[in-house]
T-cell receptor, first 115, second 112 residues
Framework: DTGVSQNPRHKITKRGQNVTFRCDPISEHNRLYWYRQTLGQGPEFLTYFQNEAQLEKSRLLSDRFSAERPKGSFSTLEIQRTEQGDSAMYLC?????????????FGPGTRLTVT | LAKTTQPISMDSYEGQEVNITCSHNNIATNDYITWYQQFPSQGPRFIIQGYKTKVTNEVASLFIPADRKSSTLSLPRVSLSDTAVYYCLVGDMYNQGGKLIFGQGTELSVKP
């Protein structure tokens, strides 16, 4: 068990550019979650997948954000036309459906800075 | 989803027991109480979960009174490495898809 991994760990981009983040969950976990965290705040839920199906998206997730989980394995989160307000830590977590989602395993996060 | 209230910050010294209380007055029948720990520049880590009475694991204990309107996370004999933010979460994870709703958390500072 290598844990949840996220790449890249840091990303600096200019406003208006597109960025894509990758999350590799724990292999036997069928649920995958994306959260966003800004300084001094707790993580905010963005979206989650069960296998390859995206089951819920937060209202925080504007049309510029899209997430995929092809084949129910790794997931990508893309932000188009980045804005300075998108600067945050993007966290990925995974869990097994059978545990009800209470115990989620988080990755180290991708820190995005939009200049 | 039940709203939670917990202290913004707490200070302690190494070797002491630390109790962090979380209020959740409108907790629903199907809601569970879950605590997470987060170190700087890391993702949160699950600590403990309970429904009622007392739950204990190798890391912490969780005390939940009969009315379930509050809960207390107890960390025995803290060390410097327990300095972190602790989040109390309340919800029916089975029916809300496992979506975790975090508040601001309690920033615990352990001093030597």
């Amino acid at each position: 068990d290598t844990g949840v991994s996220q790449n890249p760990r840091h990303k600096i981009t200019k406003r208006g550019q597109n960025v894509t983040f990758r999350c590799d969950p724990i292999s036997e976990h069928n649920r995958l979650y994306w959260y966003r965290q800004t300084l001094g705040q707790g993580p905010e839920f963005l979206t989650y997948f069960q296998n390859e199906a995206q089951l819920e998206k937060s209202r925080l997730l504007s049309d510029r954000f899209s997430a995929e989980r092809p084949k129910g394995s790794f997931s990508t989160l893309e932000i188009q036309r980045t804005e300075q307000g998108d600067s945050a830590m993007y966290l990925c977590a995974s869990s097994r459906f059978e545990t009800g989602g209470y115990e989620q395993y988080f990755g180290p996060g991708t820190r995005l800075t939009v200049t | 989803l039940a709203k939670t209230t917990q202290p913004i910050s707490m200070d302690s010294y190494e070797g002491q027991e630390v109790n962090i209380t979380c209020s959740h007055n409108n907790i629903a029948t199907n809601d569970y109480i879950t605590w997470y720990q987060q170190f700087p520049s890391q993702g949160p880590r699950f600590i403990i979960q309970g429904y009622k009475t007392k739950v204990t694991n190798e890391v912490a204990s969780l005390f939940i009174p009969a009315d379930r309107k509050s809960s207390t996370l107890s960390l025995p004999r803290v060390s410097l490495s327990d300095t972190a933010v602790y989040y109390c979460l309340v919800g029916d994870m089975y029916n809300q898809g496992g979506k975790l709703i975090f508040g601001q958390g309690t920033e615990l500072s352990v001093k030597p």
